[in-house]
């Protein structure tokens, strides 16, 4: 139980394309994810808490209108890099807490590679 | 704010070593958690643990094994008789307990490198 997929697992654009990226609890309701951002020999750095049916919270230096953040199920937050430039190219990871467990868990997506041209 | 600071950026080891990645936190909240992931060449993070705040006994499970110490701030995890395997990123995060989000704050992470 408990898992959580990633599509697409990697993704090629060029510059100036928009990226939607997908998060999906398998087996559980998810009131809230989290997406991370880790570049390359980095730690991973959270960019946003979504959270079901209302905005997702941003974390400072994160760019709102450019990371869209969409979490309308309880299964299901996509992220969506707009107007995609070089420097986004990162591997982007989603979390998704079950709130129903006794001990609050995230549990972690296999992550997202994208590559801006 | 929380702070997770893991020292060893990089580790490498002979296969059969034993070796010890540090982390050491910092929070002013009593009730939180401590974890341990793996992050293998692939990427996926692979939860290996979980410590509450509370419980300090260290914990053994199989060649893995954890060192809290609250009086020094330290969570410290050691992998005995070392496998090529073990080769990836390691990184210890800190999660409180109470506050709102639930948010994780990760250490930079510490690359080992077990050679044959």
């Not at chain 1, 979504?50 to 937050?77: M, P, W």
């Not at chain 2, 073990?86 to 709102?100: R, T």
């Amino acid at each position: 139980g408990a898992v959580v997929s990633q599509h697409p697992s990697w993704v090629i654009c060029k510059s100036g394309t928009s990226v939607k990226i997908e998060c999906r609890s398998l087996d559980f309701q998810a009131t809230t994810m989290f997406w991370y951002r880790q570049f390359p020999k980095q730690s991973l750095m959270l960019m946003a808490t979504s959270n079901e049916g209302s905005k997702a919270t941003y974390e400072q230096g994160v760019e709102k209108d450019k990371f869209l953040i969409n979490h309308a199920s309880l299964t299901l937050s996509t992220l969506t890099v707009t107007s995609a430039h070089p420097e986004d190219s990162s591997f982007y990871i989603c979390s998704a807490r079950d709130a129903e467990r006794e001990i609050d868990e995230q549990f972690f997506g296999p992550g997202t590679r994208l590559t801006v041209l | 704010a929380q702070k997770v600071t893991q020292a060893q950026t990089e580790i490498s080891v002979v296969e059969k070593e034993d070796v010890t990645l540090d982390c050491v936190y910092e929070t002013r909240d009593t009730t939180y958690y401590l974890f341990w992931y793996k992050q293998p060449p692939s990427g996926e993070l692979v939860f290996l643990i979980r410590r509450n705040s509370f419980d300090e006994q260290n914990e053994i499970s199989g060649r893995y094994s954890w060192n809290f110490q609250k009086s020094t701030s330290s969570f410290n995890f050691t992998i005995t008789a070392s496998q090529v395997v073990d080769s990836a990123v390691y990184f210890c995060a800190l999660q409180l307990i109470k506050a709102a989000g639930n948010k994780l704050t990760f250490g930079g992470g510490t690359r080992v490198l077990v050679k044959p």
